[in-house]
């Protein structure tokens, strides 16, 4: 029951920061306005890791690469932690299973990133419905613009409905299913 519990508390804690991290990676790619009280709140949650790395590594081309690298590192730490938990022995534990571990935290961030897209699209089309004036939108907006603005050019309305959600709902469904699934499952065969 312990065990459960640790788990649950390891998922929560480092996916939620994982999270963060990777929304405040996303945010500045897609430039997402800055004064948002949402964007804020991500900056503001994420600025005590993100500060010291900053002076460790710099950033490449206009990324952020010391959140990207703090998000992996809190992915690879919530793989290890689990395994850690179960009693696995990570001290006898062989190269095969270290690599394996750092694929587990690409994949994590991979579908994570993925749920993010996935979600904002979702969450702005049940948005323009209810309240496309929420705090939310100029956010969800920057976010989705890159995935949608191609889409909507190449997918005509249907009786003045975008279908391009739709379209990028069904797109990322695949993604996961036949290529981060089965990278996952090959991955944790290791264990």
């Not at 694929?103 to 089309?125: C, E, H, N, P, R």
């Amino acid at each position: 029951m312990i065990d459960n519990a640790l788990q649950f508390l390891l998922h929560t804690l480092l996916g939620l920061f994982t999270l963060a991290l990777l929304l405040r990676f996303y945010l500045q790619l897609t430039r997402a306005p800055f004064h948002n009280p949402v964007s804020q709140a991500i900056v503001a949650v994420t600025n005590f890791a993100v500060k010291p790395i900053r002076r460790i590594v710099p950033g490449i081309g206009g990324l952020d690469t010391s959140t990207l690298l703090l998000a992996f590192i809190a992915q690879f730490l919530l793989q290890v932690g689990s395994l850690w938990i179960r009693d696995f022995p990570l001290l006898v534990a062989d190269n095969t299973i270290w690599i394996a571990l750092l694929g587990l935290a690409f994949v994590g961030l991979l579908k994570l990133s993925i749920y993010i897209f996935l979600y904002a699209v979702l969450l702005q089309a049940i948005l323009s419905w209810i309240n496309p004036h929420t705090i939310l939108s100029p956010v969800l907006d920057a976010l989705t613009r890159p995935l949608l603005r191609p889409l909507r050019n190449r997918i005509p309305t249907a009786g003045g409905f975008d279908l391009s959600p739709l379209a990028v709902f069904i797109f990322a469904q695949l993604v996961l299913i036949v290529l981060v699934t089965p990278m996952e499952q090959q991955l944790l065969r290791l264990f």
